[in-house]
């Protein structure tokens, strides 16, 4: 089981960044894969989520609208486009992946495999 994080950086606020997630094929498969971010001092929260069969696509209310995930089997890339970054998405964003159920798909304890994150800094 691999993921791989990347595509974090420094940005000012409204500007976007595009997260890549690299997954091993097995990790891939998984039920669905998601990505949650930590702000210093702060819980791991969930941001964004999709299914592996229909693609279907689950967001946090403080991202819908502003972020967007997708993937692509051919690669086995999971991504997270953001634009009108605030400072208040500062944090390490993680990739996951999860074969658990999709009514708790929001829930970070269901997920079971993790990247080593990557940090978005966005400045005001």
């Known amino acids: 089981v691999q993921l791989q994080a990347s595509g974090g950086g420094l940005v000012q606020a409204g500007g976007s960044l595009r997260l890549s997630c690299a997954a091993s094929?097995?990790?891939?498969?998984?039920?669905?894969m998601g990505w949650f971010r930590q702000a210093p001092g702060k819980e791991r929260e969930f941001v964004a989520a999709?299914?592996?069969?229909?693609?279907?696509?689950y967001y946090s209310d403080s991202v819908k609208g502003r972020f967007t995930i997708s993937k692509d089997a051919a690669t086995n890339t999971v991504y997270l486009q953001m634009i009108s970054l605030k400072p208040d998405d500062t944090a390490v964003y993680y990739c996951a992946s999860t074969n658990g159920f999709l009514s708790t798909i929001r829930d970070v304890r269901q997920y079971n495999y993790w990247g080593q994150g990557t940090q978005v800094t966005v400045s005001s």
């Open positions: 999709i299914r592996r069969s229909g693609g279907y696509k």
């Open positions: 094929t097995r990790t891939f498969s998984s039920t669905a």
